[in-house]
């Protein structure tokens, strides 16, 4: 167990986050319970997922919730092309943000990795 605080693909996806509820802020309402909605439960749910898994035990119980952090980041990733082909998000805040969700799955990876070998 460890403090979620301190977990660098955490504070990336806290970070991730913000950025996203900022950009969905001017979105129509038509997709205040729609599109924004759910980028900003996506994004949220990844960062919590990471603070679960370390709040559990059992290193396979942390595996697991860094498979599913990192399923919801290309969730996320194919959610903000939507929002960017729909013209809801310009072309370089999209790029940017599409950028922090390739690294917080990057850091995510590379945390399952280090996870795993201590499972062995």
């Not at 660098?8 to 802020?25: N, Y």
């Not at 999209?94 to 799955?105: M, S």
Request: hydrophobic share 40%; net charge neutral.
């Amino acid at each position: 167990m460890q403090a979620f605080r301190s977990v660098a693909a955490w504070q990336k996806a806290h970070e991730l986050t913000l950025d996203i509820f900022r950009i969905t802020e001017p979105f129509p309402r038509s997709e205040a319970f729609g599109l924004s909605s759910t980028m900003r439960r996506w994004s949220s749910s990844i960062a919590m997922k990471i603070a679960e898994g370390c709040g559990r035990d059992d290193n396979a119980e942390f595996y697991r919730c860094l498979q599913q952090a990192r399923g919801l980041s290309v969730e996320l990733e194919y959610q903000l092309l939507l929002a960017h082909d729909l013209q809801f998000i310009e072309t370089p805040a999209y790029e940017a943000l599409q950028g922090q969700v390739i690294e917080v799955r990057k850091m995510l990876s590379g945390f399952m990795k280090s996870v795993k070998s201590e499972m062995v």
